[in-house]
């Protein structure tokens, strides 16, 4: 790499600095690449770390231990004279995300990638700008675009002093009733999480059920506990208007269902959470080879390679799940890949997890994607009010089940609602990713009493021959 100079060379240039790309970048270098590492922001880490999974799962912790904390009287343990102190909290929250940006830090470091600040542009295929830093630009062999994604933006009609998820997790203020716009999973961690704080929060959901996403039977088991947490929840609503109030606070009109009458309500505070947008419209992508779909994701291969054979691209910039597991993934893929081995992005499975209250997982097919390809499956519902390790732990609330075909017993798909849930999955996902099948998991001695027995006892149920919960009444 030459230093000193206007513009950077290096064999390969990453575009941020989130947990697709610096994990690219680290796997890179240890295969023995020259990387350089661009980043806008002036801390690795990306969205994931700085302002959305990271922080958000420190206040989700906080929370559940308040919850539990409530819930102990039920065991005979009571707890008087809780506070919550929200400056001790941000700074926790802030020390967590601090010591694992510090961490990132380190690790590029010791692998000698060097890390430039600044927001990239491609003039060429083997060529960028470098807009805010230090240096004018790069000149690369190889490329990684990984800029990750961006909240989207306002609709028409929607005050910029609305909250976004970013807003939410600075914890300035708890108000004292909040307006969630939009059920999907953003919106209803967050909206858990200043419930939990002392809000008043409701939510209101554009679609006819919260998180469409999710199989509905796994939804139906959380929203009937959130539900007597929240204030409201309003589905098949939409908001026509948010204005802000001449007292403080804002007023705001909302149509329900069946297009009925705009109602008006006021509420303290507004979080809006309608998703996330890929950052790819400033790259100068129009100078080069690379194809982007309608929503701006950059397409790719199974290599993770765009149109131009110089130029990959993974996470949230390219297609498919924008989840920072499946960025990492992806990650290594590319580099791997750049560094001529033998690797693709050929994943069967890649879990989803929702940190609501019950938490909610799944992985591999769905019920509901089974229904609309017609794809025959056998499916075995275990529930964990059968469970030795739940009842102990004073949480039946939930299910596993497990997707699989009638004939051979492969594993499909895997769906768990109930605590723990966002650690069950990982077996569920091994299973998919292997080609277990019912016998497999059936046959492997799961600990008692633990949680993750719901797992073998969910294929045991598929296999027809469930122990520890009765058998479908014979007709005779």
Known sequence: MVMGSLREETQVVVIGSGPGGYVAALRLADLGKDVLLIEKRDRPGGTCLLEGCIPSKALIHAVEVKEAALGAEEFGLKFTGMEIDPRRLRDWTDGVVQGLSDGIKSLLKRREVTVLQGHARFTSATSLDLEGGEVSGVDFEQAIIATGSALNRLPEGIVDSVWSSADALKLERIPESLLVVGGGYIGLEMG????????????????????????????????????????????????????????????????????????????????????????????????????????????????CRTDEPTIFAIGDAATGPMLAHKASREGKVAAEVIAASDAVFDNRAIPAVVFTDPEIAWTGLTEREAEEQGIKVNIGRFPLAALGRARTLGRTDGLVKIIAEPDTGLVLGVGIVGPMASELIAEGTLAVEMGATLHDLMVTIHPHPTLSEAIMEAAEVAAGEAVHINPPRKVR
């Open 192 to 303: 858990l999480v200043y419930q939990g704080l002392g809000s008043q929060v409701s939510v209101v959901e554009f679609f006819p059920r919260l998180l469409m996403g999710a199989d509905a039977d796994l939804v139906d088991v959380m929203v009937k506990q959130v539900q007597q947490r929240l204030t409201e929840v309003m589905v098949d609503s939409r908001v026509v208007s948010i204005s802000e109030f001449s007292g403080g606070g804002f007023d705001v009109e909302i149509q329900g269902a069946a297009k009925s009458a705009v109602t008006k309500k006021h509420y303290d505070q507004v979080l809006v959470a309608i998703g996330r947008r890929p950052n790819t419209d400033d790259l100068g992508l129009d100078t080069i080879r690379v194809k982007t779909d309608e929503r701006g994701h950059i397409l790719t291969d199974e290599e």
